[in-house]
């Protein structure tokens, strides 16, 4: 099937227009479920009375909330729905092929087995396997000193060896957004993230309102987390595949996962064709009579912040990378093990490109200094004393600035779409990438994604203009102020008359009468993601405003910083069109705005540049217009509400308000919320991955509901995140997911400087999408908060988080190597640098006074003058002042020389 095939297929099943009325047919009634209620001392739970699978799992705190889907087990109640207490086996004999059983599919009736001592229920569940699986298998739920485990016994009961390619536990949470509300979503719905950590791997489950208690569900012995496998709709699924579910999934339902212990067999046929899985696929043999025992153990942290002592408490290894696990070639990083075992050996996977030295231990923490070389996907394997082993999952990239450099040649050069023929007008344009086919997308069904507009289509030309934020290069620059002028500004903007600064969703359509032969016949052309000329013009959709603003403030920074680089315009011009931008948004596009956009934290920097400009009648009105959606805002109970169920794009520009204007209750319930779904994980792809599975659809070339790892959410999740731990840097769990989500939105960018909309985090592909789709919304969250942090933990000592940390005699010093070398925070100070010009060489920090002394590099042609500004951002902080230098515009403007020159910032 192709992928244009595909998506019409999804699409017609899980998309709708936003604003389209939607009449929702009568539920069916179903007959209750008879079940069987058990407590344990963590939790109140049911199993169903005819199959033994959970039918509810509640806190003992708090029995009202469930973590499974309970309240739909009657409609989940037939053939082919999966339950926790399920499973999946592929197994075979000696020269035999591979034969496939589950206990869903078939159900037949159960065996019931004696329940005695610590046993809370058992069975034998063969019969659900079919009359040929050559396993007994028996299930027993435990109480096991209070913990609540769930065993499955395998022995081969045949003469000869079978092999188990494939045995996987389905893990069913109640992730299911369908039918319910915002309020009811996050008061009833769990979110689950994987480790895939082999032996030391779990899943976390956290409520979408971030409160506690979390669920852990962690291995037993043998039953190592190796793969985690989406369990597909049935009715979608590949013929022949009964590893399936017939509930719904779409951008209202994930769908449920399996626990895969072993995956050899799937590696051999659906897996064959993908990535390199996150561990090696393995398989086990049984001898004939032999048996196996796999489990897991569910228990409760009491907050999702406590799931790391929680898992200690639990004796399971625990891994915290610092600053994360996306690591450049020139950076150091550190890994902290907290282990009840001792390590017997680590390894790198690939060998050499990575390697663990051991260093100083910090409070029980075993801590190793961890070197890159390479690029790419790489792998430490951390053996410990019984045989276990626990992997951590790295990438690594080159030194920043030269991934810098990269995006901004290949988005100006690849990229680059100049044709006076073009019948869109997007002459030039910087256009979304294949990176398969190595061409710009001229043309998609979904024709936003050729139209420089809406996310799937704007992300090329936003990355490429965010990127001279702090990093400007004059022929870029040129490229740019072209494309604004010529294309934002005249064909995607309306530049004049009674909707001046309106725009418009797409610059590309679909009208095959008017530009007959120009449109690929072999895809289809008839879903509603194809728009009329007239579709394509509407000016309503505010979620494209936030694009636009940002092409005009970044010039406007560049201009008003860098002498002699943009030309076209002067530098007010530039800012006048973003507030122009943001009005037109709020006159034309007013239903949208009752909503968080995605990259809406540029409206408040506009604001607060158009206070720092004196243009106070600007700065007036918009304040009152973006005052309006603030309290809004404030009246909600989740204040971060989408055009979708659920999504992850709403809350940081809803965070910049709530804290803009004061409101900080709302504030903090949002961050609470960001910290449900951004978690943080040993794996540089799930560690401050902001959850998403549906935008493959809009933006991708293979258009699937899968789980996305840093979509564009994930650091544009770490903006506010950010500024949470600047407020209180005693937290070193807010700066641990954000670093993530600002860094994982570096590994899309390639070796060459294409960037990938997300990663198909699916076994079956383990790959970049080829298309560049709608990333450059996560690069600008990228670019607005690339900074390094010095900081002082009281567990792990002195740590850099983008750059290099250096202690003698009493003073700390940090070396920035981050993306832009503009922005430092030092926490124990709790002191915000910034530069809009100029670049920080080095930073000293003497604890025992405050004193900071701040080395910046010597000028350069674009950079004759630094300009910095000083925040203290913690209530007990000390404000600083800067000797020798002019304050203006509330920063000081420093004259730079030959060579660096040296600040001293003063504690007052």
């Known amino acids: 099937m192709t992928a244009f095939r595909l998506l019409t297929l999804l699409l017609a099943t899980t998309a709708t227009l936003p604003g389209d009325a939607q009449t929702k047919p009568a539920k069916p009634s179903y007959r209750p479920i008879a079940q069987t209620a058990i407590r344990t001392p963590a939790f109140r739970l049911a199993l169903r009375s005819d199959t033994q699978t959970l039918a509810r799992l509640s806190p003992a705190a708090e029995p009202g909330f469930d973590f499974v889907p309970g309240a739909r087990e009657a409609e989940r109640a037939g053939d082919g729905y999966v339950h926790i207490g399920d499973i999946h086996l592929r197994a075979r004999q000696s020269g035999g092929a591979w034969t496939d059983f589950a206990s869903a599919q078939h159900r037949k009736a159960i065996r019931r087995l004696p329940a005695t001592g610590a046993t809370l229920a058992a069975a034998d569940i063969t019969a659900s396997l079919g009359i040929t699986s050559p396993l007994r298998v028996e299930r027993r739920w435990i109480d096991d000193h209070g913990v609540l485990a769930l065993r499955f016994t395998l022995t081969n009961t045949t003469t000869a060896p079978v092999e188990i390619g494939a045995l996987g536990l389905p893990m069913v949470f109640d992730n299911i957004i369908t039918d319910r509300s915002l309020e009811q979503a996050h008061a009833q719905a769990s979110f689950v993230d994987p480790y895939i950590g082999r032996d030391a791997g779990y899943l976390q489950v956290t409520r979408l309102n971030g409160a506690g208690p979390a669920l852990l569900v962690l291995p037993e012995k043998g039953t190592p987390l190796e793969a985690y496998r989406p369990v597909l709709e049935a009715a979608k699924a590949p013929k022949g595949d009964i590893f399936t579910d017939r509930s719904k999934r779409g951008q209202t339902s994930e769908g449920f996962y399996d626990w895969a212990v072993a995956s050899k067999a799937f590696a051999e046929k659906e897996w064959a064709k993908a990535g390199e899985q996150w561990n090696t696929p393995t398989s086990f043999t049984l001898a004939p009579g032999a048996a ?33 696990y996306v690591v450049p070639t020139d950076q150091d990083a550190s890994l902290f093990l907290k282990t009840p075992l001792p390590i017997a050996k680590i390894e790198s996977l690939p060998a050499g490109a990575l390697t663990a030295t051991p260093t100083a231990s910090a409070k029980g923490w075993a801590r190793y200094t961890v070197r890159s070389k390479g690029w790419g996907r790489a792998t430490l394997a951390i053996t410990y004393a019984d045989g276990s082993v626990q992997t951590v999952s790295y990438y690594i990239t080159k030194p920043l600035d030269q991934t810098m450099a990269d995006l901004g040649r290949f988005s100006t050069t690849q990229q680059w779409y100049e044709n006076k023929a073009d019948p869109f007008g997007r002459n030039p344009a910087i256009l979304a990438y294949d990176r398969e086919a190595s061409k710009v997308v001229t043309q998609d069904p979904r024709v936003w994604i050729s139209g420089m507009s809406d996310e799937g289509g704007a992300g090329s030309w936003v990355a490429a203009i965010s990127k001279q934020l702090d990093n400007p290069d004059p022929a870029e620059i040129a490229k740019l102020q072209r494309l604004v002028d010529e294309t934002i500004q005249g064909d995607l903007q309306v530049p004049d008359g009674p909707h001046a600064g309106a725009v418009r969703k797409s610059l590309f359509y679909y009208d095959p009468a008017a530009h007959a032969g120009y449109y690929d016949p072999t895809v289809d052309w008839k879903t509603w993601t194809s728009w009329s000329k007239k579709d394509a013009g509407d000016l309503g959709r505010a979620y494209n405003y936030p694009h ?38 709020m006159r034309d596009a007013p239903y949208y705005t009752q909503f968080g956009l995605m990259e809406g934290d540029v409206f408040v920097d506009i604001l607060k540049d158009l206070k720092r400009e004196g243009l106070t009648a600007e700065a007036t009105e918009m304040e009152r217009l973006m005052k309006r959606r603030a309290d809004h805002w404030r009246t909600l109970r989740y204040p971060f509400g989408s055009e979708m169920a659920w999504d992850s794009t709403g809350q940081p520009e809803v965070y910049a308000w709530m804290r803009y204007f004061g409101y900080q209750p709302q504030a903090d319930v949002t961050r609470q919320v960001i910290l449900a779904y951004d978690p943080t994980i040993p794996s540089w792809g799930y560690n401050g991955n902001a959850r998403r599975y549906w935008d493959f659809l809009y933006g991708g070339k293979y258009p699937r509901i899968e789980r996305q790892l840093h979509h564009y959410g994930s650091t544009l999740n770490a903006v506010p995140l950010f500024d949470a731990y600047r407020a209180d840097p005693t937290d070193l769990r807010l700066l641990r997911i954000a670093y993530g989500g600002m860094m994982g939105g570096i590994a899309n960018i390639d070796r060459d400087g294409f960037s990938s909309a997300a990663f198909h985090s699916a076994p079956d592909m383990m790959r970049w999408d080829p298309y560049s789709g709608d990333y450059g919304m996560g690069f600008y969250g990228h670019a607005i908060t690339a900074a390094s942090y010095l900081v002082n933990d009281p567990t792990f000592g002195w740590l850099g988080f983008g750059g290099t940390v250096d202690q003698a005699a009493g003073v700390v010093s940090i070396t920035p190597k981050d993306g832009a070398r503009t922005r430092l925070f030092i926490a124990p100070a709790g002191l915000w640098i910034t530069l809009e010009a100029g670049k920080i060489a080095r930073a000293t920090y003497v604890p025992a006074t405050g004193a900071i002394t701040l080395t910046l590099d010597a000028a350069a042609k674009i950079n004759p003058a630094a300009r910095v500004f000083v925040e203290t951002t913690t209530k007990t902080g000390r404000s600083y002042t800067m000797a020798g230098a002019q304050f203006e515009r509330g920063g000081y403007t420093v004259p730079l020389g030959s060579a660096p020159i040296s600040l001293s910032l003063s504690p007052q």
């Open 548 to 585: 636009v603003a940002i092409g005009h403030w970044v010039l406007y920074r560049v201009a008003r910083n860098h002498p002699g680089l943009v030309t076209a315009h002067p530098w007010r011009w530039y800012l006048d069109h973003a507030y122009q931008t943001t009005t037109a948004m």
């Open 292 to 324: 196996r025992t796999i489990g897991v153990r569910f228990v409760t942290a009491p907050s999702i912040a406590a799931i790391e002592d929680t898992l200690v408490a639990n004796h399971r290894p625990v891994a915290v990378g610092i600053p994360g």
